[in-house]
């Protein structure tokens, strides 16, 4: 499943990872960001938690520094980005501080260009604001398109363990795709697992057990797991070939006798075949007889004659 997510041959316009402490998902999201290069024109990285030195190097790869100084406490004056505490702070970087940026309009042509858009880390944009104003910047900022770029996909990572259900459960909503990072590792393996839950367009809900392991040259490599849930519900179809109606209180069957009286018993509703044979017999045999009286016979006066004209 995140192979397909990540070379696009399963649409998902919004992929939110869940990671935490013991369980850090920058492996996951950097391998999501080479996919982006490799389908996308231009990947945008929203760097909120570490330095750049820690991510992918590529010059289709546009960088917005806001770990340096988030709040812009020192840079306020001299510089125009918008500090991460005010509201629609991802939307306002991508339209007043990156469309006028010249190593971002650099990458722009002519035609218009799909951009993907990595969050690293959504929980500091989370910490600042409220969490019903950071699910709308997200909307609109799937929704943004320029005549010279359009957003084509989202990818954020969110630290679980920072915040409650009820946020979670809200970033969760607006997402097509979750990926839960477990904390459960495979040490034979050398693996860790994962869940991904996606919704796709049609509105199928489908969830899968995966895992991935780093090779030798820091690449991630994905382990498909084999799904126990398919043995369950053989398991659960079987069970209800069972009779259901042996360990009743009371009797839902009949005996064989029972049977045969219900089979004998003639219905008032119902002919039997000499009697519908006889019905039918009459309305063959019938004629009607006519004897005029004398009532009846033709007047030869002229009922005209009575008129005055």
Request: charged share 25%.
């Amino acid at each position: 499943m995140l192979e397909n997510l990540v070379s696009g041959k399963e649409n998902s316009r919004f992929i939110l990872v869940h990671d935490t402490v013991q369980h850090r998902g920058n492996c996951i999201l950097n391998y999501i960001t080479q996919g982006l290069l490799n389908r996308l024109d231009i990947v945008i990285l929203f760097l909120l938690d570490k330095h750049s030195r820690n991510f992918i190097n590529s010059s289709r790869l546009y960088v917005h520094d806001g770990f340096t100084d988030p709040l812009k406490w020192v840079t306020a004056k001299s510089s125009s980005s918008e500090p991460i505490s005010k509201p629609f702070f991802l939307k306002n970087v991508l339209t007043k501080t990156i469309e006028n940026d010249e190593s971002f309009t650099r990458l722009l042509s002519e035609k218009s260009m799909k951009v993907g858009i990595i969050i690293n880390s959504l929980s500091s944009v989370i910490s600042h604001q409220n969490i019903a104003v950071v699910c709308r910047d997200l909307c609109e900022l799937l929704d943004y398109h320029t005549q010279s770029f359009e957003v084509k996909q989202i990818v954020a990572l969110v630290h679980s363990d920072l915040h409650d259900e009820n946020i979670l459960s809200s970033i969760n909503y607006i997402a097509s795709t979750s990926i839960e990072l477990k904390n459960f590792v495979d040490k034979k393996e050398r693996s860790c697992h994962f869940i991904i839950t996606h919704c796709k367009k049609s509105g199928k809900l489908t969830k899968k057990k995966e895992a991935y392991r780093i090779d030798s040259g820091s690449q991630v490599k994905v382990i498909p797991i084999e799904d126990k849930n398919n043995t369950e519900v053989k398991t659960t179809t079987s069970s209800e070939s069972e009779d259901i109606t042996s360990n009743l209180t009371f009797n839902l069957t009949l005996t064989e006798a029972q049977k045969q009286a219900r089979a004998q018993l003639q219905l008032p509703y119902l002919l039997d075949d000499k009697t519908r044979q006889t019905q039918l017999d009459l309305g063959k045999k019938s004629q009607i007889f006519y004897e005029a009286d004398e009532a009846d016979d033709m007047d030869e006066e002229d009922p005209d004659d009575d008129l005055n004209i």
